[in-house]
């Protein structure tokens, strides 16, 4: 029976038109080399919650031609990437309804954690927030899924996982998490049908 759900946060239930580095690439003309390197090098510390977004950007706004602050850098960055996907927040809404705990498992920096938690009111539409930067490890590192196992204190195969990233799906697996790739909304819904019974 299963008595918790984690859902992928980018990819699943946030799903923006365009991402923050494709929207500097075109508007603002920053080098796609400049911004990979960003996200894949320095970037990914504060998905672990050991460095602080705010003190990376002030290196980089200068040289990404942003002339405002860091503080609307960060409002044009996370805004713009808040779209949501109202048919999976509703199937949470149903799961929340038949006792079953919903929760978002997301590689997140600690700021844009806290604008998913407060300003986009997902905090309110799941149960909790299990976020890279304050777990101390990413979904690919076993530490994360053991982290979240512990905190509901619930058996492996009585959570599900539902993610866009093999990698992910096969970390949870390995500790014995029901975890399925998200490929679409349709695929999803069948398969949440078949393992809950909710109705769509």
Same mark, same amino acid.
């Given at each position: 029976m299963i008595k918790a759900v984690l859902f992928d946060a980018d990819g699943v239930v946030v799903t923006p038109e +365009?991402?923050?580095?494709? *929207? &500097?690439?075109?508007?603002? !003309?920053?080098? +796609?080399?400049?911004?990979?390197?960003?996200?894949?090098g320095e970037f990914q510390q504060c998905l672990v919650g050991k460095s602080d977004l705010r003190d990376l950007l002030?290196?980089?706004?200068? !040289? =990404?031609? =942003?002339?405002?602050?860091?503080?609307?850098? &960060?409002?044009?960055?996370?805004?713009?990437?808040?779209k949501t996907d109202e048919r999976v927040l509703g199937?949470?809404?149903?799961? *929340?309804?038949?006792?079953? +705990?919903?929760?978002?498992?997301?590689?997140?920096? @600690?700021y844009r954690t806290e604008y998913f938690r407060n300003q986009m009111?997902?905090?309110?539409?799941?149960? !909790?927030?299990?976020?890279?930067?304050?777990? !101390?490890? @990413? +979904?690919?590192?076993p530490e994360f899924f053991k982290h979240v196992i512990e905190?509901?204190?619930?058996?492996?195969?009585?959570?599900?996982?539902?993610?866009?990233s093999k990698d992910h799906i096969e970390s949870a697996r390995d500790l014995g998490i029901q975890a399925y790739l998200y490929m679409d909304f349709e695929n999803f819904k069948t398969q949440m049908v078949a393992l809950v019974g909710v109705s769509v």
């Amino acid at each position: 029976m299963i008595k918790a759900v984690l859902f992928d946060a980018d990819g699943v239930v946030v799903t923006p038109e +365009k991402i923050f580095s494709q *929207r &500097m690439h075109e508007e603002y !003309g920053v080098p +796609k080399e400049d911004l990979e390197d960003f996200f894949h090098g320095e970037f990914q510390q504060c998905l672990v919650g050991k460095s602080d977004l705010r003190d990376l950007l002030r290196g980089k706004i200068e !040289g =990404w031609n =942003w002339r405002g602050t860091i503080d609307e850098l &960060m409002d044009y960055w996370f805004s713009n990437e808040s779209k949501t996907d109202e048919r999976v927040l509703g199937i949470v809404k149903q799961l *929340r309804e038949k006792g079953v +705990k919903c929760y978002l498992a997301t590689n997140q920096e @600690k700021y844009r954690t806290e604008y998913f938690r407060n300003q986009m009111k997902l905090g309110e539409r799941f149960d !909790g927030i299990f976020s890279s930067a304050y777990v !101390g490890y @990413k +979904k690919e590192q076993p530490e994360f899924f053991k982290h979240v196992i512990e905190s509901l204190d619930v058996k492996p195969e009585e959570i599900a996982l539902w993610d866009d990233s093999k990698d992910h799906i096969e970390s949870a697996r390995d500790l014995g998490i029901q975890a399925y790739l998200y490929m679409d909304f349709e695929n999803f819904k069948t398969q949440m049908v078949a393992l809950v019974g909710v109705s769509v």
